[in-house]
């Protein structure tokens, strides 16, 4: 299966992420390649193949769920760059970048 040029840019848009056009050329012929790998999977014969969902022999471990006390609200906001109402400000991702 070919993954085109095109749609590489579009998820790169949908991602917000820009690449040249020697990157974005190099980026549809792995992803390409990759899924042409992945496909070869379809021709393998598993009949009979026990479904796996793991391949350790372990149980799952569960820790005690005991509360415990939290760190320090002061300490954690000792390095913070901006804060507001105890909260950390963060430059919005959104297309209208507005502040919230």
């Known amino acids: 299966m070919k993954i085109s040029e095109e749609e590489v840019r579009h998820v790169a848009n949908l991602s ?3 690449f040249s056009d020697q990157e974005t050329t190099e980026f549809a012929t792995t ?6 790998m992945v496909e ?3 021709e393998v014969d598993t009949t009979g ?3 796996t969902s793991t391949m350790a022999d372990r149980k799952t471990v569960v820790r005690a769920d005991v509360a415990e006390a939290g760190t ?3 300490e954690l906001f000792k390095n913070v760059p901006e ?3 105890n909260f950390i400000k ?3 991702i959104l ?3 507005g502040d919230a």
């Open 72 to 74: 320090n609200r002061e």
């Open 40 to 42: 070869l999977l379809n």
């Open 31 to 36: 992803l390409s390649k990759i899924v042409d």
């Open 16 to 18: 917000k992420l820009a």
């Open 49 to 51: 193949v026990p479904v």
């Open 95 to 97: 297309e209208d970048g």
């Open 83 to 85: 804060k507001e109402n």
């Open 90 to 92: 963060v430059p919005a």
